[in-house]
């Protein structure tokens, strides 16, 4: 659990920081983070509880639903109404499912 918390905070911080450089870079750094980011404390599927599996898919979802919403956010106010929403959309679905690949470590969705 510790481990997930800290690839996600360090995730959050270099999303952050790519923000004050360029305003989509979010959409490209967040995912990408999460890839460079080395897997810690993961746990064995079989010795994993079924409540603290699923504390570990709420966050990963709320983290996800926070992320698409921003970058939905961010992209409409920069690029205009219809299109940056779309675009923003399409793009955060794509990095948050990048995201939900790498974490398969953490969340087993194939083995539960």
């Known amino acids: 659990m510790i481990g997930i918390l800290i690839k996600t905070l360090i995730a959050i911080t270099v999303g952050a920081i790519s923000f004050t450089i360029r305003w989509?870079?979010?959409v490209i750094?967040?995912?990408?983070s999460f890839m460079l980011i080395p897997s810690l404390m993961c746990g064995d599927p079989h010795q994993?509880?079924?409540l603290a599996l699923e504390i570990r898919?709420?966050?990963f979802y709320l983290i996800s639903v926070i992320f698409i919403g921003l970058m939905i956010y961010i992209f409409q106010i920069n690029i205009g109404s219809l299109y940056g929403w779309l675009i923003g959309m399409l793009l955060s679905w794509l990095g948050v499912g990048s995201i939900a690949a790498d974490l398969e470590k953490y969340l087993f969705f194939r083995s539960h």
Do not use: E
């Open 57 to 59: 898919r709420a966050i």
């Open 48 to 50: 994993i509880t079924k």
């Open 29 to 32: 750094v967040f995912p990408a």
């Open 24 to 26: 989509w870079l979010p």
